[in-house]
């Protein structure tokens, strides 16, 4: 069965204490930048990443899966040093080896990471949500580092991927890649890939590997086709899910706005059973939910409040979908 998560800050925090009372065992972890017995470690050597799992146990959770990543846009760009970067995510998957952290969610965005052009978006009843137009963005400035083209970034990529691939394979960690979001090509003269369904089965042939796979997350998912469910059966049927991000928008790679879960253009419950048809046995956690009354928008699409709604959502959907007869 489907195991649901929040995404939790490295520090023990109130939201440590809802995901308790929401019932929930598994965490979603970044990485330890914060510690102040760091020393001369790195977030990702051994003593950091076993302290940061020790925090999370301690507390009632088992780390499912690292959502944070070392530096690495000199490796998205094949720049000189990016073999430097390399080794410390190779350090990151021998150390969550060793540590029994099975899964790293990593992505393929240069220069910037998801991006939005409005986190104020009103939604139902005032609450607040984030949203992109890409019209906004015509006469936006290129990056500081210029552009770079999607076929550029595949070699880098492949690059990447025979390098870490064994060693992750030795570690026993999966890797999960995430989406473009939004997956749209380019943006500020940056080339995006990971925005198709076709180049997701291009990464996976690219290194073919039992670790080599995928983060659904389904906000993107669903702006790349018209069948979600679809796309969960033909990579949950290769065994290629590794994590998912539960969530919904509703509008196109060109102008889209978050929503409600219950609110948005795809069918949820459809894609509950798909996930349950394929098998997949791994960690979702929702995504990017709105901000209501009484809460923070300091972390657009993050709110603590916003997350009770969606949790309970999910977990009607999966008691529902389990439930069935088979």
């Known amino acids: 069965m489907i195991e649901l998560a929040e995404m939790l800050p490295p520090t023990p925090s109130p939201l440590w204490t809802l995901a308790r009372q929401m019932g929930l065992d ?8 914060d510690d102040p017995l760091n020393g001369s470690d790195a977030p990702w050597d051994y003593m950091p990443l076993l302290r940061l799992k020790q925090r999370y146990e301690s507390s009632g959770f088992k780390l499912a899966v690292i959502e944070a990543r070392p530096p690495y846009n000199l490796v998205k760009r094949g720049l000189p040093g990016r073999d430097g970067e390399i080794d410390a995510i190779c350090t990151l998957m021998e150390n969550m080896g060793r540590l029994g952290i099975p899964v790293w969610c990593y992505e393929w965005m240069t220069d910037f990471n998801w991006l939005r052009t409005n986190a104020n978006t009103p939604s139902r009843g005032g609450s607040i949500v984030t949203s992109f137009d ?13 552009p770079i083209s999607e076929e550029a970034l595949w070699e880098n990529l492949e690059y990447f991927l025979r390098r870490v691939v064994p060693v992750a394979e030795r570690a026993n960690v999966k890797l999960a890649m995430h989406p473009d979001d939004p997956p749209l090509s380019p943006i ?6 990971m925005r198709s369904i076709d180049n997701y089965q291009r990464l996976l042939d690219l290194v073919p590997s039992p670790v080599n796979g ?7 998912f669903t702006l790349m086709t018209d069948d979600l469910p679809a796309a969960i059966r033909q990579f949950g049927r290769q065994n290629k899910i590794f994590f998912v991000h539960f969530r919904d ?11 409600w879960h219950d609110a948005g253009k795809t069918d949820l419950l459809a894609c509950m059973r ?31 409040f916003g997350r009770l709604y969606a949790i ?5 959907l999966r008691h529902a979908v389990y439930r069935e007869e088979t």
């Open 26 to 33: 598994y965490a979603v972890g970044g990485l330890p930048f």
């Open 134 to 146: 890409a019209a906004l963005l015509r006469d936006a400035p290129p990056t500081e580092l210029g």
């Open 188 to 193: 500020r003269g940056v080339g995006r890939i």
């Open 214 to 220: 995928i983060t659904l997350c389904q906000g993107n």
């Open 249 to 259: 928008v509703r509008g196109t790679p060109e102008k889209f706005e978050e929503t």
């Open 274 to 304: 798909a996930y349950k048809e394929v098998g997949f046995e791994g960690v979702l956690r929702p995504d990017h939910v709105p901000t209501v009354e009484g809460d923070s928008n300091d972390r657009p699409g993050y709110s603590a």
């Open 312 to 316: 309970g959502y999910i977990r009607g």
